[in-house]
C-alpha cells in the first residue's frame, strides 16, 4: 500500500538521503519536512509502535549516523517508509549514511555508505554557531536537480563532470549554500535559482584530488589513485592528513602518493639514522613511539582490516622487517630492541589487544621488565622488544594476516 507519492525520478545512486525526502515533501505538496515527517510518523504509529518514534522530526537528522543509540530503530522506521512510499526493499538504505564498526588510523570513526566506509571528519557538519555550508554544482542542478553525495565530503571541492569550483554562497545575497537547513535543493531562501549561477574553472590538483573520492583511476601509476577499494582511498588520505597536520588541507596528498613508497622509506630512515643521538636511555629501554611517534598505530589503516593489506600498512611492515634484520642481536642494543606496547603489537600482528596477552601470558613474547603477577600490563606502555614481535610475525610467513592463537 503506497501512502506517499513516491517521486517521479527514482533515488539516484549517488543522491544524499535528505535530498531524496525533500524530493518526496515538495512532490506530496508539503508544506515542509516538518509536516512530512508528522504524516510519516502517525502512519508509522499503526504499523510498528516501536519504531515509529525513531523516525527524526528534523532532516538535519534524518541520517540513520545521527541516531544517538538504537539505530536499528531508525532502519526499521527507513524500512517501513520504504512500503509508504511503495519503493522496492533497500532503496533508502543504499543512500543512507550508517554508522561504521570499522575505524580509520586506529581512531579515527567512520560512517557507511553503500560498501564504503568514510571519515566521519570527512563529512561537512555543523560547527557550533557557524553553519557550514553543504556546497553544490550549478550545472549538475541544471540537469538534475538533486544533492549529489559527494558534496557532503570536505575534500570534495569541485565538480569532476564539469570540472568547475563548488559554490558555497548564494551569487544574489551571499548567504551560506546548505539545502538541509533551507530545505530547499536549488532555491536559495532569498528566491535565487542555484542552477543559474555562474560557475569558475576547477584547478587540475582540485580535480585529481575530487576525483579520487569517486572512482578509481587505472590507467594512473600513483599508488592512492589507482587503489581499487575506495575505503581504502579514504584511509589512505585520512592518514595522510594525520600525518601532516589535523586542520591541514589534503592539497598536497595526490603528489605525496605519486613518489610512494620511496618518499616513505626516506623519512624513516631519516628517522632511524638520528636515533641513537635523541636517546636518553639505552634502546632496549626506550619505547618506539619516543622515535616514531604514532607510526605503527597509525598505520593501522582499517578496523577490522580487509583481506587485502592496505598498502600504508604493508609497506611499513616491510620498513620494520628490513629494519629488523639489519640491525640483528649484538651485545649492545641496537634501534631493533626498542620497545612496544600491547597495542602496537597488535598492529604488527593484525590482531587485538587480548591475542597479545595471550600470547603474553603463554610466554610467547616476553616483556622487557617485570610485571606484577596478575597486574594487565597498561596497553600503551612500552613493553615488548620489537624485534620479539617481528621475528614472530614472519615465523608464519610474510603475508600471513589474522589470527595467532585460538580463543580458547
Ligand atoms: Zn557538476
Ligand atoms: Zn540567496
Known sequence: MAFLFSPTARAFSDESLESYLL?????????????????????????????????????????????????????????????LLGLPRHELQKIALFKSNRTFIGRAVAVHRNGTDIPLSFIRSKHEGNIESLPVCPLCLFEEPYIRQEWHLKPYSVCVKHQCKLIHHCPACQSSINYIENESISQCLCGFDLSKASTNEAEKAELTLAQSLIERDLSSENVLLNQASLTHRYSALIWYQKRSCDSCSLGGAIEYFAQWPDNFYQELELLTQTAESKLIALFNRTPFRFIYGDLILNSRCLFPEDKELH??????????????????KTKRPNVADMLVSVAEAAVILSTTHEQIYRLYQDGILTSSFKQKVRQRIEPHLGVFYLRQVIEYKNSFGIDWQGMYLSAW
Open 311 to 328: 598498502f600504508i600498512h604493508a609497506a611499513l611492515m616491510h620498513y620494520l622487517q628490513r629494519l629488523v634484520e639489519e640491525n640483528p
Open 23 to 83: 524530493r518526496i515533501v515538495s512532490e506530496n505538496f508539503f508544506d515542509s519536512y516538518h509536516q512530512l515527517s508528522f504524516a510519516i510518523r502517525e502512519a508509522l504509529h499503526d504499523l510498528d509502535f516501536e519504531a515509529h518514534g525513531a523516525f527524526p522530526l528534523e532532516i538535519k537528522l534524518l541520517n540513520i549516523y545521527h541516531a544517538k543509540h538504537n539505530s536499528h530503530f531508525r532502519m526499521r522506521a527507513l524500512g517501513l517508509l520504504e512500503s
